[in-house]
């Protein structure tokens, strides 16, 4: 099984020329590379680049998908680079996704099953997608919530050092400053959706504080915008949904156990 929670051995792979950038994490200087993928499934994707990123670095990677208004957004590991043996002056790069959201995953799912055609129903006619969105009710709440944007190099070793599996370490009032705090619209053990008082950029990385009511006690996660756009329901609000990036376990068994208590009272 993946970091990601997501078993790559059952992911169709296809065959794809597609554009893409890519950020390293841990580069200070926060440069953006081009590149042109080689094949895509929902688990990660090869492609060709000038540039060279090292294995097990930590990659933000921009994927132009048919049918996407903007790119997609993903964090990616490096699990192979070396120079192209067909391209000189390329390298090919294998990459797997980190914790893709479902909503990354019906996409790239949509371009795969392009290029392949719809893929067989899985035993019982339930399809992966169904499964997942079953196991992750959604809430509608209204929550505290603290937030402070990160930078894609701060995320960058965050990840690859894979501390946000213990987020504890993020409760210090140091790194909450100059935090806002917003509501939330609704939650799930996946992520939520913010109402913001301005909008934010899809990609943007987000440190959060969550206030449940039940424990008292605040959680903390990492997280990653995925769309923004205006409240219908509240004029010069900004409706942003947000995908959790890093959870530690204990926090994400609140999460799930706040959301079922109240979604079956």
């Not at 492609?47 to 670095?57: C, P, Q, V």
């Not at 915008?225 to 409240?231: E, I, N």
């Not at 609000?237 to 890093?246: A, E, H």
């Amino acid at each position: 099984m993946s970091p990601s929670g997501f078993d790559q051995r059952t992911a169709r792979r296809a065959r794809l020329a597609l554009p893409l950038e890519f950020w390293i994490a841990t580069d200070e200087e926060d440069l953006a590379y081009s590149g042109q993928t080689i094949n895509l499934s929902e688990g990660g994707l090869a492609f060709h680049a000038r540039h060279a990123a090292r294995k097990h670095d930590i990659l933000i990677v921009g994927l132009s998908l048919t049918g996407l208004e903007k790119p997609l957004r993903l964090s990616a590991r490096v699990i192979y680079s070396q120079p192209a043996e067909s391209l000189p002056g390329q390298h090919e790069m294998r990459v797997q996704f980190l914790e893709p959201g479902e909503d990354e995953r019906r996409a790239l799912r949509a371009q795969v099953d392009g290029a392949l055609g719809p893929a067989p129903a899985r035993p019982g006619g339930l399809q992966l997608a169904q499964v997942e969105e079953r196991r992750s009710p959604r809430l509608e709440v209204s929550l505290e919530v603290r937030f402070r944007e990160i930078s894609a190099p701060e995320l960058g070793k965050i990840l690859e050092a894979r501390t946000h599996l213990s987020m504890e370490a993020f409760s210090e009032a140091r790194h909450f400053h100059n935090a806002m705090t917003v509501l939330s619209e609704n939650i799930s053990v996946g992520g939520l959706r913010l109402l913001m008082d301005k909008p934010v950029a899809q990609g943007t990385n987000l440190l959060l504080e969550i206030r449940l009511p039940e424990p008292p006690l605040p959680l903390h996660a990492l997280a990653v915008v995925l769309w923004c756009q205006a409240s219908d329901a509240q004029p010069g609000k900004y409706s942003t949904g947000v995908r959790f990036l890093g959870i530690s376990k204990a926090d994400a068994l609140k999460v799930e156990y706040f959301v079922s208590k109240k979604a079956g009272a």
